[in-house]
């Protein structure tokens, strides 16, 4: 077994990359962690806000770690995956973030055995509240690196395991969503301002209403649905806002979002 320089790298150092770089350093020394990226300002400035090296090149990055971390948008895949093929080894677990792109196809990129781990983060890892789920084949994962790889996306919020065909689905479930919730307070806050709430104070009031709810749905356990129902009094305020919502389509314009989104990811294949 190789004796790597550092446990865990990252190619590339976007908004999800750094999210989970922050993570990381709950549970890692900056020691242990190492990352590779081409902005030259974008580099200094992560080196120094968090003590974690950056490495000169790709290939440096990814020699040196036992997880290497593609944290790259798929269309930059074919450009990143030639200049790191001739270093990454069989011993190495190689985890990507893109949509729409199967193991085998990650697989096909590096032209040789290479074990890979998919997963769907969320841009909610900013604040230590990701939702990641993550697919990947236990035979030919140890125990140990399963234990690392749930580590890993702990750090920065919850993790769940998928089978991969389920992956494109968790994508519509928790990566693209955030957008639609962030789309949802800004217009309930728009409607709350109309009314002469102050701006700040309808984000505020809105957003902590969304966090709220959320983790009512995920503490309780009980049915969105009856939670729902709990706030609906006959013949009051909160029905007929409900009602309002049903004739203008609110459940199916999402329904047809996660249409839209799933097919956009069928395409990325």
């Known amino acids: 077994m190789a004796q790597w320089k550092h446990e865990i790298g990252f190619i590339g150092m976007g908004n999800m990359g750094y999210a989970i770089l922050k993570g990381l350093l709950k549970e890692y020394g900056p020691e242990q962690l190492i990352f ?5 300002g974008r580099r200094e400035s992560v080196a ?11 290939a440096a990055c990814a020699s040196s ?5 593609l944290a790259v948008k798929p269309q930059m895949f074919d450009a990143v995956i030639p200049g790191i093929r001739d270093v990454v ?18 697989r096909e990129r590096f032209g040789k055995p290479c074990r890979v781990v998919r997963t769907m983060p969320n841009t909610p890892a900013l604040v230590g509240e990701g939702m990641t789920g993550v697919c990947y084949d236990q035979k030919e994962i140890s125990g140990e690196e399963q ?6 996306f702990t750090s920065f919020g919850k993790m769940v395991l998928v089978e991969e065909h389920l992956m494109d689905a968790v994508g519509c479930a928790s990566g693209c969503s955030p957008a639609y919730v962030y789309l949802f307070i800004e217009a309930l806050a728009d409607s709350a301002v109309k009314y002469g709430l102050p701006r700040a104070m309808a984000y505020e009031l809105v957003a902590q209403t969304v966090l709220g709810s959320a983790k009512m749905v995920l503490e309780t356990g009980e049915h969105p649905g009856r939670l729902k129902d709990m706030v ?5 305020t909160t029905i007929e806002g409900v009602s309002a919502l049903e004739e203008y ?5 999402l329904i047809k979002a996660t249409d839209a989104s799933y097919a956009k990811s069928m395409k990325l294949k």
């Open 36 to 40: 590779s990226e081409p902005g030259e």
């Open 48 to 58: 120094k806000e968090t003590g974690v090296a950056a490495a000169p090149d790709n």
């Open 65 to 69: 770690c036992h997880y290497l971390i």
């Open 89 to 106: 080894t069989e011993e190495q677990v190689i985890i990507y973030l893109a949509p729409g792109i199967t193991r085998e196809s990650v």
């Open 147 to 152: 234990e690392t790889l749930h580590r890993l």
């Open 232 to 236: 609906c009094s006959p013949g009051g």
């Open 249 to 253: 389509g609110m459940r199916n314009a």
